[in-house]
């Protein structure tokens, strides 16, 4: 077994793959899994502060972004979608896909959207049904603040649709504060469960926008609305995969357990930025970087194939690389949630020297000493 390091899928605690084995029943039969499946949905409210609904549904991490889309799109809404990331761009085609007409506002992929230079655009252009924005756009390991976009682009009546999958449980996140109508999370990256589930928090006002659609929604399985009524009517749209919900509990029950979680990546990330730094490698993003991953340029003289298979293959850890405009440019630690761990970083370090020493590239020192050094 590699270890997993990556960018998402993270590691599984003992306690998350013990809970998906559990015995099972009938979910769509049982009210007792009824009562389960929403107590479940009220952690999720309670631990990202949500007076709105919440729902998990059968799918990974993209299908909730369809789903937001799908849902709030109709024919000829224009969108503002914020793109300063790969996951930041990839919300057009979504847009698209379902009849929108997606305005992009492109920045600096190395940098956080400026809020001020938001508000001049919206100044002159606000005349948008709802807007996209990426909290941690994973590829690129820039931090977006939705903290402050999201309100500001509610005070100009716009519905905001922000993707936190690889953000949440590892960066603070307040959806009520934040004003998010529509925030998408991921059952794999820092909350720590397998791949397979993702999770939706929806604001009455975005559920009443919703609701009064003059056309039908495009979709069946990408619908939110199918979800809305699941308690009163005691009915999931589709059955549920109630092992996969079972994981997602306990790793909600492991976070909610883990009082200093956003200490522990902030120090362990702060402290992987300044061993690659010192190191003599360059990080891609030049500010806001998000501490769920570290996003390391490949060195001049390297390619990406060489490290992620030097350290997989002799040292047993997976790393990520990346795609799209960053393939070949970057490789990529998930250090989020169950992967935001010493022992684990240590050893991804340790690997890491050992690579960098056998494909003969000379570091300016030990990344694994620096790491321990930063962290006393
Ligand atoms: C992982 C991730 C997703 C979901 O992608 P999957 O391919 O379903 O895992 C969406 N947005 C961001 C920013 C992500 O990091």
Not at 181 to 197: F, H, R, V
Not at 275 to 297: D, I, M, Q
């Amino acid at each position: 077994m590699y270890k997993i390091m990556s960018a998402g899928p993270t590691q599984v605690s003992e306690k998350v793959r013990m809970a998906r084995s559990l015995e099972t029943t009938n979910p769509d039969l049982d009210e007792v899994f009824f009562d389960f499946y929403k107590d479940t949905c009220d952690i999720l409210k309670e631990l990202l502060h949500s007076s709105g609904d919440a729902f998990i549904l059968g799918g990974e991490g993209i299908l909730g972004l369809e789903a937001a889309c799908a849902t709030l799109t109709e024919k000829g809404d224009r969108v503002l979608v914020l793109d300063n990331g790969i996951f930041g761009k990839g919300f057009a085609d979504f847009v698209t896909m379902y009849g929108g007409e997606a305005v992009l506002y492109t920045c600096d992929y190395r940098r956080p959207i400026d809020v001020d230079e938001l508000r001049k655009f919206l100044e002159k252009d606000s005349d948008f049904k709802y807007a996209t924005v990426v909290h941690c756009d994973t590829p690129s390991g820039i931090l977006n603040d939705v903290s402050r976009i999201c309100p500001l682009l509610a005070e100009f009546g716009i519905l905001t649709v922000a993707d936190s999958v690889a953000g949440m449980f590892g960066e603070y996140l307040n959806v009520d504060e934040s004003k998010i109508d529509i925030l998408c999370g991921g059952s794999q990256k820092a909350l720590s469960a397998p791949a397979g589930l993702t999770m939706l928090w929806v604001s009455p006002k975005a559920m009443k926008v919703m609701e009064n659609r003059k056309t039908p929604v495009a979709a069946f399985y990408a619908n939110i609305l199918n979800f809305k009524d699941y308690y009163k009517n005691m009915a999931f749209p589709y059955t549920m995969p109630i092992s996969d919900i079972n994981g997602i509990r306990a790793a909600l029950e492991n976070v909610k357990a883990d009082k200093d979680i956003f200490q522990r990546h902030a120090k362990i990330a702060k402290a992987t930025r300044a061993a690659v730094t010192k190191a003599g490698l360059k990080l891609y993003p030049e500010e806001g970087y998000s501490n769920t991953v570290t996003v390391v340029e490949v060195p001049e003289g390297l390619t990406d194939e060489q490290i992620l298979m030097t350290v997989r293959n002799k040292y047993n850890v997976l790393l990520s690389g990346c795609f799209d405009v960053l393939a070949g440019k970057v490789f990529r630690i998930g250090h989020m949630g169950e992967n935001a761990r010493v022992e684990d970083m240590t050893e991804t370090m340790d690997a890491l020297d050992k690579t960098f020493s056998d494909l003969g590239y000379k570091l300016n020192c030990s990344m694994k000493d620096e790491f321990l050094a930063q962290l006393k």
